[in-house]
């Protein structure tokens, strides 16, 4: 079965700061990759997805990823955070040999930017 | 377009007494998700649906039901409230790989 682990359960940074948020999953076979994010009060939105291709994805919002197979990491970055990025985010992956296409969650990572 | 839309928003219940969260898409996919959302432990499948008539436990089905009588509609029924259930649950849909379109949420409160 695989699992998902993010690094990090909780990171403030001030505006403008660059952030990065680490992803690892264990499957050996071939996945795709997903970060979901979850502003207060509200459901899970779809910030980015990785299929096949350039590991380099970039998302909504200004926000981008990396998928390091050789790592099996897929990390989410931003340059310059705002104020309104303030929110959960959490690492998904499905195998590809899912064929009912379920999602395997991180944790998630609370992330409060300050003003 | 509503996307995904769960009913109720939010419900407290007694320890014994059973309920049902309602989750309807419009969206005519047909694979369809419940999970709970607990603090730090992030997402766990409850049931999932691949069409209508076939669902399958996930990884906490302990507690719940579903059924699919349409592609539309897959609602997730509590028997007997535990303490334990007290969570956030999301409903979701996808075409299949993976990309899921969430609803709102139920929290829902045991006591």
């Known amino acids: 079965a695989q699992s998902v682990s993010q690094h990090n359960h909780h990171v403030i940074l001030s505006e403008a700061a660059s952030l990065e948020l680490g992803c690892n999953y264990s499957?050996?076979?071939?996945?795709?990759l997903f970060w979901y994010v979850q502003y207060p009060g509200q459901h899970l939105q779809l910030l980015l997805k990785?299929?096949?291709?350039?590991?380099l994805v970039k998302g909504i919002k200004g926000f981008e990823a990396e998928f390091i197979k050789s790592k099996f990491s897929f990390n989410l970055r931003k340059p310059s955070v705002q104020w309104s990025d303030t929110a959960e985010y959490f690492c998904?992956?499905?195998?590809?040999?899912?064929?009912?296409?379920?999602?395997?969650f991180g944790a998630g990572t609370q992330v409060v930017v300050t003003p | 377009n509503a996307g995904v839309t769960q009913t109720p928003k939010f419900r407290i219940l007694k320890i014994g007494q059973s309920m049902t969260l309602q989750c309807t898409q419009d969206?005519?996919?047909?694979?369809m998700y419940w999970y709970r959302q607990d603090p730090g432990m992030g997402l766990k499948l409850i049931y999932y649906?691949?069409?209508?008539?076939i669902t399958d436990k996930g990884e906490v089905p302990n507690g719940y039901n579903v059924s699919r009588s349409t592609t539309e509609d897959f609602p997730l029924r509590l028997e007997l409230a535990a303490p334990s259930q007290t969570s956030v649950y999301f409903c979701?849909?996808?075409w299949g790989g993976g990309g899921y379109t969430f609803g709102s949420g139920t929290r829902l409160t045991v006591v």
């Open positions: 990785y299929f096949s291709g350039d590991p």
């Open positions: 649906s691949v069409g209508a008539g």
């Open positions: 969206m005519n996919h047909n694979y």
């Open positions: 979701a849909s996808s």
């Open positions: 998904a992956v499905n195998a590809q040999t899912d064929s009912w296409g379920k999602l395997q």
């Open positions: 499957y050996g076979g071939t996945v795709n």
